[in-house]
Structures are given as C-alpha cells and as structure tokens.
C-alpha cells in the first residue's frame, strides 16, 4: 500500500528567517547548521528545540569582495514553525564564538515566504 502525502490544509506553518554572519574564519554550510542547532539546544533544550523544525534553506557567501579586512560574510535563509520564530531570534542572538574565533548573527528579518524573504533582505533591488 502506498503511503499518502499529508495534504497542505493539515501540514504546519513555516517562517522564514533572514540572517547575517560575520565571523573571523570562512563558515562552511555543515558549520553554520552545527552553531545554529547547538545554540538552540542549549538555550532551550531538545524537547523544545525539536518543535521548532529548524532547516537552513540556503545560504549565500559573500567573500568575493577583496576589502573584507579579515572578516567573511555569509546570508542565509533559516526555516522554522511559525509562533516559534521568537524563541529562534533568541537563540541566535547568544551565538558570539566558534573554535576560538568571534562571531556574529544578525537578524535581518521575517517572512512567509523563501521568495520574499529574498527579496527583502537577502539581495535588495535598486
């Protein structure tokens, strides 16, 4: 018997994080999601932070600019339930180091939707 997709009306909600990181070492992706799941786990624990369907959807290094002067950027998009953005916030904003090295998440705004969140904080159109 073949196993049935749940259908939209029933899946929950999702939000779309927009973040920044500027840190002193170049993060890789499996790096980036290690900082984020650690800092929620240890902000709110396992149970709370299984709730929170925490997915980095993309993320975009912008390194190519020679003038950085020892730092490196990343953007990214993170996916969590909706009503659960807050506690999120909350955790990324506690994440100041890794390995040794400074580091710094900002958020840079909230969305419904990967394409607006894009739009809005990620690459903005003149």
């Given amino acids: 018997m073949k196993l049935k997709i749940l259908p939209p009306t029933l899946r929950g909600d999702k939000r779309y994080l927009a973040f920044e990181v500027i840190s002193q070492v170049p993060l890789p992706r499996d790096d980036l999601i290690y900082i984020i799941w650690e800092s929620c786990l240890k902000f709110h624990g396992e149970c709370e932070t299984s709730k ?73 159109s003149p």
């Fill in 52 to 124: 929170f369907r925490l997915w980095v959807t993309r993320s975009w290094d912008l390194n190519s600019n020679s003038s950085n002067k020892g730092h490196f950027y990343l953007k990214g998009i993170l996916q969590c339930n909706r009503g659960d953005e807050e506690k999120v916030r909350g955790a990324l904003c506690l994440i100041s180091n890794y390995k040794g090295k400074q580091l710094v998440f900002h958020t840079l705004g909230l969305a419904g939707t990967i394409k607006s969140a894009t739009q809005k904080f990620i690459k903005p």
